[in-house]
């Protein structure tokens, strides 16, 4: 119970101090990337929103979605997207010809957005700093010459898509207020939205 408590605290914090923290610095983002590699970088926060540590891997073959919302790291650490969630059961759209659980649709997108970023960057609070299982928010650098150069929030752009949903309080109240915006974008017929029974949950 306790730590179910203190992870409640840890989260409420997280969010917290992960909009404390100052803007991404999306030129220093794109410069972390390497030749054949992927690059995941995590920032450590205080309270104050200050970078207290920083860790820094990279891949040849990329990461992998875990769960839903995890990205495995190493064997010993994996980062949990926070404050967001698949639908519950199986899920049918039939524009992106998916039919199927709602856990695996979100597994899939996350897995298509970790495979095509050239680098991660995540912030999590201090305190996370070595749990096995980290919450934290991160971005992804995208980058196709020509086409497309960009930094895109995981969270973001899954809500977005509809691949997952905002967690809500017990009040009933969004666990990111920051993803509403997107979550309205996926409402509108994306992803998991394209099924009546998810609009009843």
Same mark, same amino acid.
Request: hydrophobic share 35%.
């Given at each position: 119970?306790?730590?179910?408590?203190?992870?409640?605290?840890?989260?409420?914090?997280?969010?917290?101090?992960?909009?404390?923290?100052?803007?991404?610095?999306?030129?220093?983002i794109?410069s972390?990337?390497?030749?054949g590699?992927?690059?995941?970088?995590?920032?450590?926060?205080?309270?104050?929103?200050?970078?207290?540590?920083r860790?820094?891997?990279? !891949?040849?073959?990329?990461?992998k979605?875990?769960?839903?919302?995890?990205?495995?790291?190493?064997?010993?650490t994996?980062?949990?997207?926070?404050?967001v *969630?698949?639908? !519950?059961?199986?899920?049918?759209?039939?524009?992106?010809?998916?039919?199927? !659980?709602?856990?695996?649709f979100?597994q899939?997108?996350l897995?298509?957005?970790?495979?095509?970023?050239?680098?991660?960057?995540?912030?999590?609070?201090?305190? *996370?700093?070595?749990?096995?299982?980290?919450?934290?928010?991160?971005?992804?650098?995208?980058?196709?010459?020509?086409?497309?150069? !960009?930094v895109?929030?995981l969270?973001?752009?899954?809500?977005s898509?509809?691949?997952l949903?905002?967690?809500?309080?017990?009040?009933?109240?969004p666990?990111?207020?920051?993803?509403?915006k997107?979550?309205?974008?996926?409402?509108?017929g994306?992803?998991?939205?394209?099924?009546?029974?998810v609009?009843?949950?």
């Open positions: 119970m306790k730590r179910t408590i203190a992870a409640a605290l840890a989260s409420c914090i997280l969010a917290t101090s992960a909009f404390a923290a100052p803007e991404i610095d999306k030129d220093y794109k972390l990337a390497s030749p590699k992927t690059v995941l970088v995590v920032e450590y926060y205080d309270g104050s929103g200050k970078v207290v540590d860790k820094g891997f990279a !891949s040849a073959s990329g990461y979605a875990v769960s839903p919302t995890d990205i495995q790291v190493d064997d010993k994996t980062l949990h997207l926070y404050g *969630e698949p639908c !519950s059961g199986e899920m049918v759209n039939r524009t992106e010809g998916y039919s199927g !659980s709602c856990s695996g979100a899939q997108e897995q298509v957005m970790l495979k095509s970023a050239k680098v991660l960057f995540c912030r999590a609070f201090v305190s *996370e700093q070595n749990a096995p299982s980290q919450d934290a928010t991160c971005y992804g650098y995208y980058n196709y010459p020509g086409s497309l150069d !960009s895109d929030m969270e973001d752009e899954l809500v898509l509809g691949a949903r905002v967690v809500k309080n017990p009040d009933g109240s666990a990111r207020a920051d993803l509403e997107a979550q309205r974008i996926g409402k509108q994306y992803g998991m939205w394209a099924d009546p029974r609009k009843g949950q």
